[in-house]
Nanobody
């Protein structure tokens, strides 16, 4: 059974930082391309960042550039999303997603392209 567990969310003041973690089990993590998305009620899931197997290929949404970074530690089966200078508009549920791919440099930009996803972690930014 594949399990993705996000953590690190919470209530934070505007201007603060958070590091979200997503730990995977039940899959060969190092052979999965990973992504972070977020969603607010009534809106579609928004792409934030994606990273290939070994981190050689990274893509960030325009809305994430400058404040978000994605990284992974294959030894720990974990992918991270670091967020700086948080804004109230960053309030959302943040999800990590995984998709196995035989090609080491592939990433996915659309939520529907991933096979697995976690339950999400709530991030609330107060003004």
């Amino acid at each position: 059974q594949v399990l993705l567990v996000e953590s690190g969310g919470g209530l934070v003041q505007a201007g603060g930082s958070l590091r979200l973690s997503c730990t995977a089990s039940g899959l060969t993590f190092s052979r999965n391309t990973m992504g972070w998305f977020r969603q607010t009620p009534g809106k579609e899931r928004e792409f934030l960042a994606a990273i290939s197997w070994r981190g050689g290929h990274i893509d960030l949404a325009d809305s994430a550039k400058g404040r978000f970074t994605i990284s992974r530690d294959n030894a720990k089966n974990t992918v991270y999303l670091q967020i700086y200078s948080l804004k109230p508009d960053d309030t959302a549920v943040y999800y990590c997603q995984a998709d196995p791919d035989p090609r080491p440099d592939q990433i996915r930009l659309k939520a529907g392209a991933y096979k697995y996803w976690g339950q999400g972690t709530q991030v609330t930014v107060s003004s």
